[in-house]
């Protein structure tokens, strides 16, 4: 039988790491801290499969502390799951330029966390969940305005085909719509990967989101897991079609 996973939540407020801990009980067995000095300790002592911690907290953040796992040669692996607690663009980006696996916004939403640390905890391939996204997607930086088309998104990013060569680490600024949406989502991004054009494939651009509000984390989230949720779903049909086919 397969050793119960262990999880590390990280929060200076009690009540914030308690109530972390009540939504993850059935992911694994949930160890706690109270700051980054001891989640350190904790970490090298347990080796947690997944930690969760807060962003902002007196002396080591959790910004501060995902880069110290990022960093050790032992740790480095460790999915890191980041919380931020205000409703700006700042914070998750402090969050992403830390090397955080995800982020997720308080108030805490009990389904979007599990769903977060599960997804680390069953998959091998770190990645966060992509689904299909068919939409024009702006791209701006200082001396250019251009336009690509997204072909899917997670909660995280977002790949873009578009005939302008970005070089990686260039920072953009991104406008794009979700289905149904008439509110554009404004993303600050970055240049992570690019896919070269050949005959078969349209050249490419593998953008990691930076500075993004609440609300606009708030639609991306809602829109990958349900659409995750119905690829899952026509996948599982598919299947048993085959199944009666046979």
Not at 28 to 49: F, K, N, Q, S, Y
Not at 89 to 118: C, F, M, T, Y
Not at 127 to 134: I, K, N
Not at 229 to 239: H, K, N, P, Q, S
């Amino acid at each position: 039988m397969q050793a119960q996973r262990k999880l590390l939540v990280v929060d200076d407020a009690a009540m914030f790491r308690d109530l972390e801990s009540l939504f993850l009980a059935r992911c694994g067995h949930v160890l706690t801290a109270c700051d980054g000095d001891e989640a350190w300790e904790i970490l090298h002592r347990e080796r947690p499969d997944v930690v969760i911690t807060d962003l902002s907290m007196p002396g080591m953040g959790g910004d501060d502390l995902c880069r110290r796992i990022k960093r050790d040669p032992d740790l480095r692996r460790t999915p890191v799951v980041i919380v931020t607690g205000r409703d700006i663009g700042e914070e998750h980006e402090r969050a992403v330029r830390a090397g955080a696996d995800d982020v997720v916004e308080k108030p805490i939403n009990r389904v979007s966390l599990i769903q977060a640390v599960n997804h680390f905890l069953r998959l091998a391939v770190r990645g966060l969940v992509r689904v299909a996204l068919d939409t024009d997607v702006r791209i701006a930086g200082a001396e250019y305005d251009i336009w690509g088309r997204s072909r899917n998104v997670s909660r995280g990013g977002i790949f873009v085909e578009s005939e302008r060569d970005l070089p990686p680490d260039s920072e953009v600024q991104l406008e794009f719509s979700l289905p149904e949406s008439r509110e554009a989502i404004q993303p600050t991004a970055k240049v992570v990967w690019r896919r070269p054009a050949s005959r078969a494939v349209t050249a490419g651009l593998g953008l990691q989101f930076l500075k993004l509000d609440r609300e606009a984390a708030r639609r991306l989230d809602e829109y990958v897991y349900e659409r995750a949720a119905l690829e899952t779903f026509a996948g599982a049909e598919g299947d048993d079609a085959l199944m009666a086919a046979r």
